[in-house]
């Protein structure tokens, strides 16, 4: 289904962007109008008021519809709107996952979380939210539980919230992201990937059946998007952090777990990652071990363009299998694909 597309199209659909402040820069207007660029992450200091968010994601939206780019799909348009302390937009949802998972009536809590942050994010434009967390934390504190992001200590009650939440999200045309596949459920309160390299020496039998569970659900309910952490395994692989691990993507996720969506990284510019080296590398080694998406969200278009302009070298060169570079490009576009919006021109 891939339209005909040059090298730097055709890696500009693997890459999220970002950018500083309160307008979308020139440069990055030219990128969007030449098909290079497959979405956006807003974070708070984009966002003003609703209204001008609004008029952005508009903005935005016509510069992808140019003649100039062969992809007449919507951007993706995307923000981290778990609830609680966790919201780049004011409004819903109010509750973290931590008071869903403690509330008086949690499943109903979680639909209405769900639908809260569909609807607000849809209000202004916005189709993907990086949410919600699939994390099983441990202990009191942790690093996922001191923010009240995780719903449960208890996998199975993760599992039927975290998918009943990603439903009602999905169900009014936001794209639902599960995350940290396979788990930050373990990572103690200084073991924050976006700060520090971060190693979990959990045992097999335990990723699988306590961390990976939550993801068994939300795959059978057709979550559309995965993110993967940047924490190392080593009971599935001792060297690589997950989101640049064959291992875990195609071994773990996509093999054992079978999802085919849209795999995403975290934040490129990670802590975690510190020692990998240069944007160049790092977007290379996760093309490799199977990641579809690069998130580039330092809030420098230019960090975007990095990333594109080496995964179109790496392709060009045939450093990456030719197969798999497309078919990355093909789920990215078939996403797309699915969440046409009322700010996409001609869908009004």
Known sequence: MLPTLTPLQLAGQRVIYSYGGLTPPAGLLNLIRHGQVAGIIFFSENVGTEAHLASVVTELQQAAAS???????????????????????????????????????????????????????????????????LDVFRT????????????????????????????AEQSLQVAATVKHFPGLGAA??????????????????????????????????????????????????????????????????????????????????????????????????????GMDLMLASSRNFQQGNTATTRLAFAFVNHLLNTADFEAAAERVIALRATLATTTWPGNG
Do not use: C
């Not at 690093?143 to 200590?153: A, E, L």
């Not at 599992?159 to 439903?167: F, M, P, R, S, V």
């Open 140 to 167: 009191p504190g942790n690093f996922i539980d001191q923010f009240g992001r995780s719903f449960s200590n208890n996998a199975s009650t993760v599992a039927t919230l975290g998918t009943l939440y990603a439903k």
């Open 188 to 289: 103690t309160k200084t073991q924050n990937t976006d700060l520090v390299p971060v190693t979990l020496p959990l045992s097999l039998s335990t990723i699988r059946n306590v961390d990976e569970l939550p993801y068994t659900s939300a795959i059978a309910a057709g979550v559309k998007l995965v993110l993967v952490s940047w924490a190392i395994y080593p009971a599935i692989d001792s060297v690589n952090p997950a989101g640049l691990s064959s291992k875990i993507i195609f071994g773990e996720l996509r093999g054992r777990l079978g999802f085919g969506g849209v795999t995403i990284t975290d934040a490129l510019e990670a802590g975690a990652l510190a020692s990998v080296g240069s944007t160049q590398l790092k977007v290379t080694r996760a093309a490799r071990a």
């Open 67 to 133: 003649p100039l780019n062969p992809v007449h799909m919507p951007l993706l348009l995307m923000t981290d709107q778990e609830g609680g302390a966790v919201r780049r937009l004011p409004g819903r949802p109010f509750l973290s996952a931590k008071q869903i998972g403690t509330s008086g009536n949690p499943p109903a809590a979680a639909t209405s979380a769900g639908q809260g942050a569909a609807l607000n994010l849809g209000g202004v434009g916005l189709n993907v939210n990086l949410a919600p967390v």
